[in-house]
């Protein structure tokens, strides 16, 4: 089966070399963590998948392909059809990603309409369904609100909603709870979970919080100084780590006890037997 992510790639930034031929796959459905200290590359990384690098000068070279299409070398316009409707991407921070000055539904309506002619009234009543997933109000008063009139993790499960509108096949979450306290962080993963397990999205979870990734990934795949030093099922990798830099971050994680085997969710059914080390 053709992986729905399939990437074999390098990037650099003028001379400076950020990731050396990183190489993973996910399939259809499938949720991959990506872990690693700070500065290790995982949000260079985030930006080559949605083709953001040459934003920052950043240069792509190897082999990225999205549903079987190669994307190294395709034109802006073809990227811009992907990102938002076939790719979303969820931020770190939900105050820098939202704009302030713009109420909720004005978002949520943009978001939709930038990829859709379908009128925003005719598809208002899923969108509020979706939200609903999530344990997010659906009523107008706060629709109505600014972003900075509800809370940090109202706010993030906004962003998921919005980069889950077009119901597209791959979600990319960039470090989504790395700025929020434990409970705040567990609705957030919640809404992940959902979209990876109900809807069947695939899910490209960056963190360099090891904790969070048992029950939410089946696959992890570590890297350090832009390189892929260990990839493998999260249950094996974890509780028999090879490279020095995973028993790092594994020895970093407070509550051991998410690292016993009977922690880690089963694998989804797309993804039994992808990415084998």
């Known amino acids: 089966m053709t992986p729905l992510l399939s990437l074999d790639i390098s990037v650099n930034y003028g001379n400076k070399a950020i ?3 990183v190489s993973l796959e996910v399939a259809e459905g499938e949720a991959l963590a990506v872990i690693g200290q700070s500065g290790s590359g995982k949000s260079t990384l985030a930006l080559a998948i949605l083709g953001l690098l040459g934003w920052q000068g950043g240069r792509m070279t190897g082999s990225l392909k999205f549903a079987g299409r190669e994307m190294i070398g395709a034109k802006e316009r073809r990227w811009r059809e992907l990102r938002g409707k076939e790719i979303g991407l969820v931020l770190q921070s939900a105050s820098s990603a939202l704009n302030p000055a713009l109420r909720l539904e004005t978002q949520l309506r943009e978001a939709w309409q930038a990829h859709s002619r379908v009128p925003w009234l005719d598809q208002k009543r899923e969108a509020l369904a979706l939200l609903s997933r999530f344990d997010l109000p659906t009523d107008d008063s706060f629709l109505s609100r600014f972003p900075r009139q509800i809370s940090t993790g109202q706010a993030q499960r906004i962003l998921i909603g919005m980069a889950l509108l077009h ?17 705040t962080a567990r609705e957030v993963l919640e809404s992940l979970r959902i979209a990876n397990r109900d809807w069947n999205t695939g899910l490209v979870y960056i963190t360099h919080d090891v904790a969070t990734v048992p029950g939410l990934c089946q696959r992890v795949a570590v890297i350090k100084e832009g390189r892929v030093v ?25 509550d051991q006890s998410c690292r016993r085997a009977g922690e880690f969710s ?12």
Request: net charge negative.
């Open 167 to 183: 119901r597209p096949a791959l979600l990319v979450a960039d470090e989504p709870t790395s700025a929020l306290d434990p409970p």
């Open 266 to 277: 089963e694998p989804h059914e797309s993804a039994r037997g992808v990415g084998k080390r």
């Open 19 to 21: 990731l050396s031929e």
């Open 230 to 254: 260990e990839q493998g099922a999260c249950e094996e990798v974890f509780n028999h780590p090879c490279h020095d830099s995973t028993r790092y971050l594994l020895a970093a994680v407070t």
